[in-house]
């Protein structure tokens, strides 16, 4: 096909600006590859049913994500009840996407059934350790972006929501959630109502190292990077962060604004001691 020969040049170019596309190559999964390029959140959803056998479909994708040692360690909640919907939304009124959305799942980590089925063998386990809890919160991330893949090849639009886990009691008691169960993130899921963009990527030559580990280039190519990424969308400066504490930037890149972000906005304060009140010791 004249279409495959051509590579994903346009479409690395959309995803990373950096002009180095991979040499046009073959492969009949070259036209998947060019929309996971092209792959965006979407936040903004068309006022259209996802149809029930859809939903059914992409579930079935999402729990056909790789588990560690078949643990299979990850629960999905489906929030269809409104005024649950209402509660989780209400907790964090700054992204109204999570009520709007067509569907909203919760994603969660769950080291309780493998206990449970332990139990129902005479052979009791304890998963509440990091090992029990950092491998159903890696089964619930691939099970999550999992969906979220096979939503956007269908047409769909997702964003996850991890905000949730800053409200984790709150969220555990609507869905009923038990001892050793935890969100990892919702997941909002619908038709999308505007195209979006393409969320411009750090290059390879910083997320991927050969044989050893490396980043002693990592001050210039970030700097590259900011300078790429402004060019395309300049954060408007009434948009910067936290400039009661860190003041106005001249120049306000990608680097500065995460800097700010994760020093001024650090998430999760209460995330460990809720876990341990819920059964895990995390040792
Ligand atoms: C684990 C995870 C949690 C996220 N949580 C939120 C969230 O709480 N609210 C939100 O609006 N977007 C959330 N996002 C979406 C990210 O902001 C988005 O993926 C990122 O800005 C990159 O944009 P892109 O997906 O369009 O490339 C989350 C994404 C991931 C992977």
Redesign the pocket.
Known sequence: MAEEVQGCAAEWQARFADGEAPAAVDGGGLPWLRQLLL???H?RYADRPVAEPLLRLLLGAAFSASSKSDFQQVSTIRVADRSRRDRLAAL?PD?P?IGTAPVFLVFCGDARRLERIGELHGKANDNGRLEGFFNAAVDA?FA??SLVLAAESAGLGC??????RNHAAAVAAILELPDKVFP???VCLGYPAQN????M?LPLAVTVHTDRYDDARLPALVDAYDQRRDARYSIPRGQQRATEIFGDAAFYGWSEDKARQAAAQAEGAGFAAWLRARGFTLD
């Open positions: 792959r965006r959140t936040r964090i992204m996407w991330a999550l972006q964003c996850p929501i991890s905000v949730i990892v993130a919702g979006g963009h393409v969320s990527r």
